[in-house]
């Protein structure tokens, strides 16, 4: 037990390791690729030439990114077969349809376009090259809407049922699996945040050329657009965010009580905990600092409902580990004799709870005789590490706020066209480039851990679903990502540093048969 | 003969439209947000950004 616990640790601390860093990479690919559609359809409609310039500089630094997401995201896909093969063989014929599609969708669709959008400048007319370049924003958005498809149902499994026959989850409801509330909420939350990315990626760099003299109206351009874009991504991204909170709420309640801290169930009208300092072991904040009123209808989107704290959603878990006993015990009768009716009917009567019994499974072999003290340990299992949830949520809900306020001013100065005076934001403009990967790496620890211990949640435990490799495999396998990642941050710096300081290079080529208006920028020699 | 056909073209287009707000609306109401809004953003920051550019280049000349 002590080596398979050491496995199951090393395997999901390789796959946040992957996923946090691929994580990286996917949101200013999602946004930037929107954000060029943006400035190209600005210089197909204006005719503009400096709009044009424009798109060229930032599809460079967009190709550097992708090339990079796409790799790192090459190995995740792999390491659902090799780390997480239970997983995969439990939920594959869920979880292999959407993983599938945005596969095609990643490298027909996005790759093709990609390459026809960066090449394509004097082979392309001006509106098939914008065209171009909207099919490159919808193919990584919707290759980023088939990924969240299927953490949606990790999140709710839905339109599925488990086969005892096969011995696993069976697809019955594809509409039900891509119309999900948590995959659509997660999916639109999660592109709008690449927007914001994006946004905060071109006003920094924009700011830089700004602070030093160069580039001058490339870059107030750039900067103007990409904040407008960015302010009204930022009220999309926390509206969604608080849908996506809305619908969790319900879905998964250990998840919030953990973000939310909360111990004992809160009766409405319950407080916000602003700052706290969770104890799990104690079950209980060691500080907290609150905010009267406020938690029931930022939560429940009401005013009378309670929201169940982590003392009662273990004993809940305590009594669903018992009711689903029974089905497990069922489950392994029914692997030796499929035909035994009795013990079919008495599955089908608690499998609803079959998850839970697979909870106590870690600590007690035969579930049936399993004591009072495992399944009390099982059930406190169902909470997840509720300090890091807490704070990663507070973390990704402030900076978002702080993104905002910061866009506002942005938009402010930028329409007002007095930016150049305001060396202030253009310092501080730099500094926000991070601000949004910040964001969006917490936003993905409060998804994936507090779904914790779950891998499909209340279905399927994370102790349960990791390969049965060695330690020495995982340590080798583990150290190889860290090597090899580290390397790829470094060339990844390298080239957008590069890109960066030698700034707009000369004119791209002109998309061939310009039909339309085409006007040179008056400060064209200021370039 | 032309305009008829991009007429009947753009007709179809709008129909398919409409069709896929009812179905999304229907069931996939957060999808249809994206879409809304993700147009909503383009065209606002897009729109914007060459309104501007226009009124600054006007006040210069």
Same mark, same amino acid.
């Given at each position: 037990m002590?080596?398979?616990?050491?496995?199951i640790?090393l395997?999901?601390?390789?796959?946040?390791?992957?996923?946090?860093?691929?994580?990286?990479?996917v949101?200013?690919?999602?946004?930037?690729?929107?954000?060029?559609?943006?400035?190209?359809?600005?210089?197909?409609?204006?005719g /503009?030439?400096?709009?044009?310039?424009?798109?060229?500089?930032?599809?460079?630094?967009?190709?550097?990114?992708?090339?990079?997401?796409?790799?790192?995201?090459?190995?995740?896909?792999?390491?659902?077969?090799?780390?997480?093969?239970?997983?995969?063989?439990?939920?594959?014929?869920?979880?292999?349809a959407p993983?599938?599609?945005?596969?095609?969708?990643?490298?027909?669709?996005?790759?093709?376009f990609?390459?026809?959008?960066?090449f394509?400048?004097?082979?392309?007319?001006r509106?098939?090259?914008?065209?171009?370049?909207?099919?490159?924003?919808?193919?990584?958005?919707?290759?980023?809407?088939?990924?969240?498809?299927?953490?949606?149902?990790?999140?709710?499994?839905?339109?599925?049922?488990?086969?005892p026959?096969?011995?696993?989850?069976e697809?019955?409801?594809?509409?039900?699996?891509?119309?999900s509330?948590?995959?659509?909420?997660?999916?639109?939350?999660?592109?709008i @945040?690449?927007?914001?990315?994006?946004?905060?990626?071109?006003?920094?760099?924009?700011?830089?050329?700004?602070?030093?003299?160069?580039?001058?109206?490339l870059?107030?351009?750039?900067?103007?657009?990409a904040?407008?874009?960015?302010?009204?991504?930022?009220?999309?991204?926390?509206?969604?965010?608080?849908?996506?909170?809305?619908?969790?709420?319900?879905?998964?309640?250990?998840?919030?009580?953990?973000m939310?801290?909360?111990?004992?169930?809160?009766?409405?009208?319950?407080?916000?905990?602003?700052?706290?300092?969770?104890?799990?072991?104690?079950?209980?904040?060691?500080?907290?600092?609150?905010?009267?009123?406020?938690?029931?209808?930022?939560?429940?989107?009401?005013?009378?409902?309670?929201?169940?704290?982590?003392?009662?959603?273990?004993?809940?878990?305590?009594?669903?580990?018992?009711?689903?006993?029974?089905?497990?015990?069922?489950?392994?009768?029914?692997?030796?004799n499929?035909?035994?009716?009795?013990?079919?009917?008495?599955?089908?009567?608690?499998?609803?709870?079959l998850?839970?019994?697979?909870?106590?499974?870690?600590?007690?072999?035969?579930?049936?005789? @399993?004591?009072?003290?495992?399944?009390?340990?099982?059930?406190?299992?169902?909470?997840?590490?509720?300090?890091?949830?807490?704070?990663?949520?507070r973390v990704?809900?402030?900076?978002?706020?702080?993104?905002m306020?910061?866009?506002?001013?942005?938009?402010?100065?930028?329409?007002?066209?007095?930016?150049?005076?305001k060396?202030?934001?253009? /310092?501080?403009?730099?500094w926000?480039?991070?601000v949004?990967?910040?964001?969006?790496?917490?936003?993905?620890?409060?998804?994936?851990?507090?779904?914790?211990?779950?891998?499909?949640?209340?279905?399927?435990?994370?102790?349960?679903?990791?390969s049965?490799?060695s330690?020495?495999?995982?340590?080798?396998?583990?150290?190889?990502?860290?090597?090899?990642?580290?390397?790829?941050?470094?060339?990844?710096?390298?080239?957008?540093?590069?890109f960066?300081?030698?700034?707009?290079?000369?004119?791209?080529?002109?998309?061939?048969?310009?039909?339309?208006?085409?006007?040179?920028?008056?400060?064209?020699?200021?370039? | 003969?032309?305009?008829?056909?991009? *007429?009947? *073209?753009?007709?179809?287009?709008?129909?398919?439209?409409?069709?896929?707000?009812?179905?999304?609306?229907?069931?996939?109401?957060w999808? *249809?947000?994206?879409?809304?809004?993700?147009?909503?953003?383009?065209?606002?920051?897009?729109?914007?950004?060459?309104?501007?550019?226009?009124?600054?280049?006007?006040?210069?000349?």
């Amino acid at each position: 037990m002590q080596e398979l616990d050491t496995v199951i640790a090393l395997s999901r601390t390789q796959f946040a390791a992957t996923a946090l860093y691929h994580y990286l990479f996917v949101p200013l690919t999602l946004g930037l690729s929107v954000l060029l559609a943006t400035m190209e359809t600005i210089y197909v409609v204006t005719g /503009r030439d400096i709009y044009r310039r424009m798109t060229h500089f930032w599809a460079k630094l967009f190709a550097i990114n992708f090339a990079l997401g796409v790799a790192t995201g090459l190995t995740m896909e792999f390491e659902f077969g090799t780390n997480w093969s239970t997983y995969s063989h439990f939920v594959g014929d869920i979880f292999g349809a959407p993983l599938a599609i945005e596969g095609l969708m990643a490298f027909f669709l996005e790759s093709t376009f990609v390459g026809l959008m960066l090449f394509g400048w004097g082979k392309l007319s001006r509106g098939k090259h914008l065209l171009v370049t909207y099919m490159v924003a919808l193919g990584s958005n919707l290759s980023a809407l088939w990924i969240l498809v299927a953490n949606g149902y990790m999140q709710k499994p839905i339109g599925s049922s488990f086969n005892p026959d096969t011995m696993r989850m069976e697809l019955t409801s594809f509409t039900d699996l891509i119309f999900s509330p948590e995959a659509q909420a997660k999916f639109v939350h999660t592109s709008i @945040a690449g927007y914001l990315t994006a946004a905060l990626f071109v006003l920094g760099i924009s700011a830089f050329y700004m602070l030093r003299g160069r580039h001058l109206e490339l870059a107030k351009r750039s900067f103007r657009v990409a904040a407008l874009f960015g302010l009204f991504a930022s009220v999309g991204v926390i509206s969604l965010g608080d849908a996506l909170g809305f619908i969790n709420g319900s879905a998964q309640p250990t998840k919030l009580a953990a973000m939310e801290g909360l111990w004992e169930t809160a009766e409405a009208p319950a407080g916000f905990n602003l700052i706290a300092w969770p104890n799990q072991d104690e079950q209980r904040n060691d500080f907290e600092l609150q905010v009267p009123y406020l938690l029931t209808p930022l939560v429940t989107h009401g005013f009378e409902e309670s929201i169940p704290g982590v003392k009662d959603l273990v004993a809940d878990a305590e009594t669903k580990i018992r009711n689903g006993i029974p089905a497990l015990t069922a489950l392994r009768t029914l692997r030796e004799n499929p035909d035994d009716a009795q013990a079919l009917e008495q599955f089908e009567a608690h499998q609803d709870n079959l998850g839970y019994a697979l909870l106590v499974q870690r600590y007690a072999e035969d579930v049936s005789q @399993a004591t009072d003290a495992q399944i009390a340990r099982a059930a406190a299992d169902t909470i997840p590490p509720v300090a890091t949830v807490f704070w990663s949520f507070r973390v990704m809900v402030g900076t978002a706020f702080l993104m905002m306020a910061f866009l506002i001013v942005s938009v402010i100065y930028s329409l007002r066209d007095t930016l150049l005076e305001k060396r202030w934001l253009l /310092r501080v403009a730099p500094w926000m480039i991070p601000v949004p990967f910040i964001a969006n790496e917490a936003g993905w620890i409060v998804a994936e851990l507090g779904r914790q211990p779950w891998t499909v949640y209340g279905q399927l435990p994370t102790w349960l679903s990791a390969s049965t490799h060695s330690v020495e495999y995982m340590i080798f396998s583990l150290t190889g990502f860290v090597l090899l990642y580290t390397l790829f941050i470094i060339i990844e710096m390298f080239l957008m540093v590069k890109f960066i300081r030698l700034g707009p290079s000369e004119p791209a080529k002109a998309p061939v048969a310009d039909s339309g208006p085409h006007r040179h920028s008056s400060q064209w020699s200021e370039i | 003969m032309k305009q008829i056909l991009l *007429f009947i *073209f753009w007709l179809c287009v709008a129909m398919v439209a409409i069709a896929l707000t009812i179905v999304l609306g229907e069931r996939g109401a957060w999808y *249809f947000a994206w879409v809304v809004g993700t147009v909503m953003i383009v065209l606002i920051a897009a729109a914007g950004t060459a309104i501007i550019d226009a009124r600054y280049e006007e006040e210069h000349d």
